[in-house]
Nanobody, 124 residues
Framework: QVQLVESGGGLVQAGGSLRLSCTAS????????MGWFRQAPGKEREFVAGISWTSNTVYAQSVEGRLTISRDNAKNTVYLQMSSLKPEDTAVYYC??????????????????WGQGTLVTVSS
């Protein structure tokens, strides 16, 4: 059974940067799309970014140009580099595994495997 473990969340001031990591175990990592979702208090979980096993990427419009997703297949790890952070980026960020970035970007209901989440708080 695959497991996803996130790390790297924390408190940062607006305009600052943070990098999240997600390491997968229990499955051949390189064959699958990976992605990040986030959920703010009182809101639905929303797609943030996805990356295919060949490193094609897709982003939510709200984070385009500020967040960058990447992956290291040798380390079974996907990263989310976050820059120019805004208070509205505050949320629990979840790592996700999926069949394709196209399907992943359609929403959380298409995701079968989640990490436990890591909290990112951006102060104004």
């Amino acid at each position: 059974q695959v497991q996803l473990v996130e790390s790297g969340g924390g408190l940062v001031q607006a305009g600052g940067s943070l990098r999240l990591s997600c390491t997968a175990s229990g499955r051949t990592f390189s064959s699958y799309a990976m992605g990040w979702f986030r959920q703010a208090p009182g809101k639905e979980r929303e797609f943030v970014a996805g990356i295919s096993w060949t490193s094609n990427t897709v982003y939510a419009q709200s984070v385009e140009g500020r967040l960058t997703i990447s992956r290291d297949n040798a380390k079974n790890t996907v990263y989310l580099q976050m820059s120019s952070l805004k208070p509205e980026d505050t949320a629990v960020y979840y790592c996700a595994l999926g069949d394709s970035i196209g399907t992943m970007s359609k929403g959380a209901k298409y995701i079968g495997v989640w990490g436990q989440g890591t909290l990112v708080t951006v102060s104004s």
